[in-house]
Structures are given as structure tokens and as C-alpha cells.
């Protein structure tokens, strides 16, 4: 009894994960149609620039949900989704391999970090955790906007938190006020991190949170997916009664 119980599990264990890395690569392929036929959404990428720029495409892309969420809440595919035997997991892995291959797309034609790959691949997961973080407000956001033409709105909430970073501008070339705004920003701390372990020399600021980027670039993702995801689960709850 006890072994038959025993296969019985591993069974069960094995068609699960069979099934979660099934319907991420579903979710993968949907996202890299969505590059496809949208090209500009890759972005035109500079080598001085790179970790900043990977980590707008990050930080942007809580848009892309929202709007993604909106659109299947208004048009019933959230309804579907749940009806299905589909992977929980799926949505946030599946978007999660898309964006890394679309910075492997910056790898083939030809930019190259310094950092050696271990710190390359840190700097990816960085960027990663990062856009995991903002997947959760974008679905929050998502399911309190009434439509699709209306999270197009949510750039005006993207745009300061990108512009007031040191994506473009290190924080200490900025005014005083500014610059300690731009600097305890976390998607600044992600590119200060994603810079430090791809190997660009830039040199960091003098401030605590400068000084300790790669820490931070752990701690604010946290910080964020504990505020954004319990405001996302409960919205979702009462979009559901």
C-alpha cells in the first residue's frame, strides 16, 4: 500500500510539473508574438546605457499588465483562465522567460557585459526580480482601471518613476533634493546593481543606498511584492463575488 501510494505521488508531482513548464512556455510564446508584431517594444539599446534601459523595460512593463489585465477582466478571459486547469504559476514564469530572451535578443546582435557571466546572469535576475516585484502592480492597477483606453494612463505614473532615476543621470549630478529622490528610488538601485555586476564603469554615489545597490536591488522587489500583491489578490477577490 505504502508503495503504491509512494508512485502514486511521484506521479502526481511529475504531470504537475509537466504541466507548470507546459503552459509557461504557452505564456513565452505569447509574449515573443507580442515583440514580434510590436518591434518597438525591444527598444534601441546603447552599450553605456544597456543596464538602465533593461531596467525600464522592466520597470514599463507593469503597463503591459495592467493593460494585459484590464483587457482580459473586461473581456471575460479572467473568467476562462480560472474555469481552466491551467499552471497558477504560468502568467508570472511565462512573462518572467519572455524578458529574458528578449535581452538575449540584445546578446546576439552583439553587445556584450564585462562582468564576466556570473555576474552577467546576477544582473539578469536582478532585473528579473525586479519585473516580478511590478507584476503585481500591474495587476492591482489592472483591476482597478475600468478599461484598456484607461490604463494607457498609467504612463503618467510610469514616466516620473523612470525620469527620476539614474537610468540617464546619476543621482549626484542632480540637484540636491532630486538627487536623494533619484537615488532611494528602487529602480535605480537595480541599475546601479545590474551596472556594478555587468562590469560598466560607472562610478556609484556616496550615499548608503548607492553604496549598498545590489542589496537594495533585493530588499525594495520585497518590499514592493509584500505592499502590491496582497492589494492585488484582494481586489481580485472582490472582482470575483
Known amino acids: 500500500m505504502s508503495t503504491r501510494t509512494s508512485t502514486s505521488t511521484r506521479t502526481s508531482t511529475s504531470t504537475a510539473v509537466y504541466w507548470a513548464v507546459a503552459d509557461c512556455w504557452n505564456v513565452v510564446r505569447r509574449g515573443l508574438t507580442h515583440y514580434q508584431r510590436q518591434p518597438v517594444n525591444i527598444g534601441d539599446y546603447r552599450d553605456f546605457l544597456m543596464p538602465g ?27 476562462r483562465f480560472r474555469s481552466m486547469p491551467m499552471a497558477p504559476s504560468a502568467v508570472v514564469s511565462g512573462r518572467g522567460v519572455t524578458d529574458l530572451l528578449v535581452a538575449c535578443v540584445e546578446l546576439a546582435i552583439g553587445w556584450r557585459p564585462d562582468g564576466g557571466v556570473l555576474g552577467g546572469l546576477a544582473a539578469f535576475a536582478l532585473l528579473l526580480w525586479l519585473r516580478f516585484a511590478l507584476i503585481w502592480l500591474g495587476v492591482w492597477l489592472g483591476l482597478i482601471v475600468p478599461n484598456p483606453e484607461a490604463a494607457g494612463s498609467l504612463f503618467a505614473v510610469a514616466f516620473p518613476l523612470t525620469m527620476i532615476s539614474s537610468i540617464f543621470v546619476a543621482p549626484q549630478l542632480m540637484p540636491d533634493w532630486l538627487g536623494v529622490v533619484a537615488a532611494w528610488n528602487p529602480i535605480s538601485s537595480t541599475v546601479a ?22 542589496l537594495m536591488a533585493v530588499v525594495w522587489p520585497v518590499i514592493l511584492t509584500l505592499a502590491f500583491l496582497p492589494l492585488a489578490v484582494r481586489r481580485f477577490q472582490r472582482l470575483s463575488r
Open 53 to 79: 534601459m533593461f531596467a525600464m523595460t522592466m520597470a514599463f512593463g507593469f503597463i503591459n499588465t495592467a493593460t494585459l489585465v484590464v483587457h482580459d477582466a473586461t473581456k471575460g478571459v479572467i473568467d
Open 193 to 214: 546593481a545590474a551596472r556594478e555586476l555587468f562590469g560598466t564603469p560607472v562610478g556609484a554615489g556616496g550615499s548608503w543606498v548607492e553604496q549598498h545597490a545590489v
